[in-house]
T-cell receptor, first 117, second 111 residues
Framework: GAVVSQHPSRVICKSGTSVKIECRSLDFQATTMFWYRQFPKQSLMLMAT?????????EQGVEKDKFLINHASLTLSTLTVTSAHPEDSSFYIC?????????????FGPGTRLTVT | LAKTTQPISMDSYEGQEVNITCSHN???????ITWYQQFPSQGPRFIIQGYKTKVTNEVASLFIPADRKSSTLSLPRVSLSDTAVYYCLVGPFRGNNRLAFGKGNQVVVIP
């Protein structure tokens, strides 16, 4: 398998502040990483696709100026939630794609629980 | 991205084989079928992936009929720790692999 880590695992911030979440592929290089959001009792919703060295591609309805994504290296992508509000409280999950034995598998991080007060 | 439909939930007794179905009527020629497992407050975990017929690994089997409009994930002899949400996803295995998660199937294993 392959390992993806996220930091922090939990974060509480005040309304109006910004929060950065890191996603790292620990034992493989991920040219593409993905960011998802998951509200309680709901499925994962894809927010954006992050490509190393280029701008992220956002899904419809996701504000790119609010959710800043940077993919500076093949092992690190960051998501910054700017001017966070309570409705941004959610579980944020990243994933990295790895080609392996003819298939393309996507490995997910453990998630980051964001609570905005 | 092809849409998938799964039962919302199902219960099973410990030690039994569990078969989880998924419908994907609009699957495209270059789409693969991938199954993930998710425990509460954790990221999804890859279980198995297949294109047609049958695929088996150390944790599960995946059955895909000839028309590929559905698939069945089979978990042999489930234990309490298999209680989770299981997602079926369909998409091309090349390219940027955007994945669209459906509602998933909550499987509860009962002692």
């Amino acid at each position: 398998g392959a390992v993806v880590s996220q930091h922090p695992s939990r974060v509480i911030c005040k309304s109006g502040t910004s929060v950065k979440i890191e996603c790292r592929s620990l034992d493989f290089q991920a040219t593409t990483m993905f960011w998802y959001r998951q509200f309680p009792k709901q499925s994962l919703m894809l927010m954006a696709t992050s490509n190393e060295g280029s701008k992220a591609t956002y899904e419809q309805g996701v504000e790119k100026d609010k959710f800043l994504i940077n993919h500076a290296s093949l092992t690190l992508s960051t998501l910054t939630v700017t001017s966070a509000h309570p409705e941004d409280s959610s579980f944020y999950i990243c994933s990295g794609g790895k080609r392996q034995q003819g298939s393309y598998e996507q490995y997910f991080g453990p998630g980051t629980r964001l609570t905005v007060t | 991205l092809a849409k998938t439909t799964q039962p919302i939930s199902m219960d099973s007794y410990e030690g039994q084989e569990v078969n989880i179905t998924c419908s994907h009527n609009n699957i495209a020629t270059n789409d693969y079928i991938t199954w993930y497992q998710q425990f509460p407050s954790q990221g999804p975990r890859f279980i198995i992936q297949g294109y047609k017929t049958k695929v088996t690994n150390e944790v599960a089997s995946l059955f895909i009929p000839a028309d590929r409009k559905s698939s069945t994930l089979s978990l042999p002899r489930v234990s309490l720790s298999d209680t989770a949400v299981y997602y079926c996803l369909v998409g091309p295995f090349r390219g940027n692999n955007r994945l669209a998660f459906g509602k998933g199937n909550q499987v509860v294993v009962i002692p």
